[in-house]
């Protein structure tokens, strides 16, 4: 079978990793410093701190915010679970809109409509292949005074007019599960603004735990526990080192889907991309035309019966139990529901090859015949 996302683990990872172990050392320490150091680097010297999963990240940069209840926070309504459950979850309000049909990205006219007197943040995810208009964002968010938390969490090595995502904005939270472009197995990181805010993060990655002058420590309010260990650390290093090849490799991947993906079916695909565009590829999400109810699935039955594993990013998060709660139901977000009705993830990973991807067209072209009226 092939998957959709797969880590490329080296030997010399493998050997580092035993080398942490034997160290006895294997909780948060030096690799974690060295870690951030390196990530750091990569953001222009912004300060920069891990957790364990870009879930933790938001959850801390909601947090860092001061988002809590009576607050909203306004989010795009086509991304992962994550960023939902993370605001709901700090007592705040989500506020969802739309997104563009192609590029996936937020809709910054449907924000500024939204925004409000209870407005706090912005929680744009952003897509593979291209990025949120920083530009128009930030012009919103900073004549207003809302914080923005970029969901960087598919996009680590994307730039933004020649500048690495996470060294431009407020903050910026990073995914390191193994589906991402590098992995450390699970972890995540957050880009912030300066040294205050990054030592408030250290105190709300573990516990809430203060020390004070006198030596003693305290807490003030229930912290989280979400400091990643050096073990995870160690391969995140590695992984940070090899992110330019995977990044040109994936790209390659892509390059070829668009030369070899069948057309006369009218899928939508993602935007196509253009020499020094600086666009990182994570996923290849298709967009199949509208068919039967049922047709999506019997498509990606069809891959499944050729060995070829598929993936489904993302669900219409207004339209889950969750985001019901608020008011939303089907029709108020066309573009995020459209996506989440009919968009495939085909295989696309660092371990693939052009060859593997030119099996997937023609497995796609196969059961886009089977499944069309
Ligand atoms: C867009 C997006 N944001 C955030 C996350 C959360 O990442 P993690 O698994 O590291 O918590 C994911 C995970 O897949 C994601 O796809």
Redesign the pocket.
């Given at each position: 079978m092939m998957k959709f996302a797969s880590p490329l683990i080296d030997e010399a990872t493998i050997e580092g990793v035993a080398d942490v172990l034997r160290s006895g050392h294997i909780t948060s320490g030096p690799w974690v410093e060295r870690f951030e150091a390196a990530l750091s680097l990569f953001c222009e010297g912004r300060p920069v701190r891990v957790v364990t999963?870009?879930?933790a990240a938001i959850e801390v940069a909601l947090q860092l915010c001061d988002i809590g209840p009576g607050d909203e926070v306004i989010t795009c309504a086509q991304?992962?679970f994550?960023?939902l459950n993370m605001i709901v979850k700090q007592g705040a309000t989500p506020v969802f809109v739309d997104c563009d049909l192609v590029t996936r990205n937020i809709d910054l006219a449907a924000v500024e409509a939204r925004i409000g007197p209870r407005t706090r943040a912005i929680v744009p995810?952003h897509w593979p292949g291209s990025l949120a208009d920083m530009d128009a964002l930030y012009r919103l968010a900073r004549e207003r005074g809302i914080r923005v938390i970029e969901?960087a969490?598919?996009v680590i090595g994307s730039r933004y007019n020649g500048r690495p995502i996470g060294a431009i904005g407020d903050i910026t939270t990073f995914?390191f599960?193994p589906?991402k472009n590098m992995t450390s197995i699970?972890g995540?990181a957050l880009v912030v603004n300066d040294a205050g805010e990054a030592r408030r993060v250290d105190v709300l990655r573990f516990h809430g735990i203060e020390r004070l002058a006198d030596g003693t420590r305290d807490v003030a309010f229930p912290g989280g526990k979400f400091n990643l260990p050096d073990v995870n650390a160690r391969i995140g290093i590695e992984q940070l080192a090899r992110l330019p090849g995977f990044l040109a490799h994936r790209r390659e991947l892509v390059v070829r889907y668009f030369e070899r993906f069948p057309a006369r079916f009218g899928c939508v695909l993602p935007p196509r991309p253009v020499e020094g565009d600086g666009q990182s590829w994570n996923m290849f999400c298709i967009l199949l035309p509208d068919g039967p109810p049922g047709s999506r699935e019997a498509f990606r039955d069809a891959l499944a019966a050729r060995g070829i594993a598929t993936g489904v990013s993302y669900e219409a998060l207004h339209l889950s139990t969750l985001g019901r709660r608020f008011g939303y139901q089907r029709g108020d977000l066309p573009n995020a529901e459209r996506i989440a009705g009919r968009t495939v993830t085909l295989p696309l990973h660092a371990a693939m090859s052009v060859d593997d991807v030119d099996r997937v067209c023609a497995a796609c072209e196969q059961a886009l015949d089977a499944v069309s009226p």
């Open positions: 999963s870009a879930t991304s992962f994550t960023v995810t969901d969490a598919l995914s599960h589906n699970e995540g």
